[in-house]
């Protein structure tokens, strides 16, 4: 059998509807649903599945929505028989694959990502902060412009997700992003894309989310897990449960190396990547680090009939 890894979805791939039809397909996938409403004393399945759109944008709803998403999936999978020898997660994803390896139960990971999703919020107020997507300049180049641009501003930009090569985010203050932003363009940057999101995830502006979520991940009990994690921060694999609360603690305020990730887990011999939960972003992402990956994404009903067609990727 090939090498297997799961990938899980962070911010930004929310919908209307996301679960739906696994949870009534699936008891499984209900039963996590109602796990989540249960921990978090909330009809999250509700908005997840009808909105309204404004209140599932909300980043404290947003991400134990997409966590829900991703384990339903997971449990869906699980059952049909797939085993994966890693896991990955992008941003909050991360905790999605935590949970899938046994390293948090689901109830503690929904209420953790909910209070991540606030403190992120609260860190820095609405419009002070930015985020823009860089297209067509390597990784070295974005850093150096932001720390440019840093420098003349005597303002927080930095480069926050490197995401595939020639696509790399950058987030900071509103006017230090800007001024980045248009360093880029002047040297050569295809795009720049102002962001839809509500702070400068991943920043040093996020110094204030860190210090308010570590305690709470101290009194979590972390499980070493039983399927290798490949951290965000560092993109290495790790299994100690120490190990995993550090990169969930660190992540907060510091880079997503997905590009790295990626690259490391190709080098390590994977060769299919199954992206699960909502959208396929992650799926889009791989085959620009490297096309020879084999990619699926599984969100819905279709999506687990398709890839259930692969008898080559179950164990029964």
Excluded at 186 to 209: C, D, I, K, T
Excluded at 210 to 218: D, K, S, T, Y
Excluded at 244 to 249: A, C, E, F, Q, T
Aim: charged share 20%.
């Amino acid at each position: 059998m090939p090498k297997v890894a799961a990938l899980f979805p962070g911010q930004g791939s929310q919908k209307i509807g996301m679960g739906q039809d696994l949870a009534h397909n699936w008891p499984k996938a209900m039963g996590v649903f109602d796990t989540v409403d249960k921990a978090l004393e909330k009809n999250l399945s509700g908005l997840c599945w009808n909105g309204p759109e404004e209140d599932l944008r909300l980043t404290e709803n947003t991400q134990p929505a997409l966590l829900a998403h991703s384990i339903a999936a997971w449990e869906v999978l699980r059952e049909a028989g797939l085993k994966v020898d890693a896991v990955a997660g992008h941003s909050l994803g991360e905790y999605s694959a935590v949970v899938c390896a046994g390293g948090l139960d689901l109830a503690s990971a929904a209420q953790t990502v909910r209070l991540r999703g606030r403190l992120m919020q609260e860190a820095v107020p609405v419009g002070r902060g930015a985020m823009s997507a860089v297209i067509g300049l390597d990784d070295d180049a974005v850093r150096n412009l932001c720390a440019e641009a840093s420098k003349e501003t005597s303002e927080a930009v930095v480069a926050a997700n490197f995401n595939a090569p020639g696509q790399v985010v950058i987030a900071g203050t509103t006017g230090a992003v800007e001024a980045a932003g248009e360093k880029c363009r002047e040297a050569g940057a295809r795009r720049v894309l102002p962001l839809p999101v509500s702070a400068p995830f991943h920043s040093p502006l996020m110094a204030p989310a860190r210090e308010g979520l570590n305690p709470e991940l101290e009194e979590l009990p972390f499980a070493d897990l039983s399927t290798p994690l490949y951290r965000n921060v560092d993109a290495q694999a790790v299994t100690a449960g120490d190990a995993i609360r550090d990169g969930l603690v660190r992540q907060v305020d510091m880079p997503v190396l997905w590009t790295q990730t990626i690259k490391q887990m190709r080098e390590d011999g994977f060769e299919v990547f199954i992206e699960i939960g909502t959208g396929a972003v992650l799926s889009g992402l791989v085959r620009r680090i490297d096309r020879a990956a084999q990619c699926h994404s599984v969100g819905t009903v279709a999506d687990v009939e398709k890839l259930l067609e692969h008898g080559d990727l179950l164990t029964k």
